[in-house]
């Protein structure tokens, strides 16, 4: 029974991953990368800050909305979506990604 269990939530685990967008599998791809990384694949950010501890890349993508990416402990630890004001964009309104050359490597 206890197999059983373990091969059905294998199975759930592996079609909710199959069912994510390549938006979010490049998003999470970026996850754990290291700034020298990040720098290899999409070059250098066109603006650098500071948001409490966490050092934040942001990357322009499309017409108005940047990729942010945020930095802890030298790896990224978070990708945010935001509009030219800077507010972050609902779920269905995401920019086109800019890492996909970071997730063929």
Same mark, same amino acid.
């Given at each position: ?5 373990? #091969?059905?939530?294998?199975c759930?685990?592996?079609?909710? %991953?199959s ?9 999470s @791809?970026?996850l ?6 990040i720098?290899? %694949?999409?070059?250098?950010p066109?603006?650098?800050?500071? $948001?409490g ?7 322009? #993508?499309g017409q108005? %909305? ?5 930095? #802890?402990?030298?790896? #990224?630890?978070?990708? @945010?979506y935001v509009?030219? @004001?800077? $507010?972050?964009l609902?779920?269905?309104d $995401?920019?086109?990604f800019?890492?996909?050359? %970071?997730?063929?490597?």
């Open positions: 029974m206890r197999v059983l269990f373990v #091969a059905l939530i294998s759930l685990s592996m079609a909710a %991953c069912l994510q967008s390549p938006t979010s599998e490049a998003q @791809n970026l754990g990368m290291t700034q020298k990384q720098l290899s %694949c999409l070059g250098a066109t603006q650098k800050t500071t $948001e501890v966490a050092e934040v890349w942001s990357y322009p #993508a108005s %909305c940047f990729v942010k990416i945020y930095f #802890a402990y030298g790896r #990224a630890s978070h990708v @945010n509009g030219s @004001n800077g $507010e972050p609902s779920p269905g $995401e920019c086109p800019v890492g996909e050359k %970071c997730v063929m490597h």
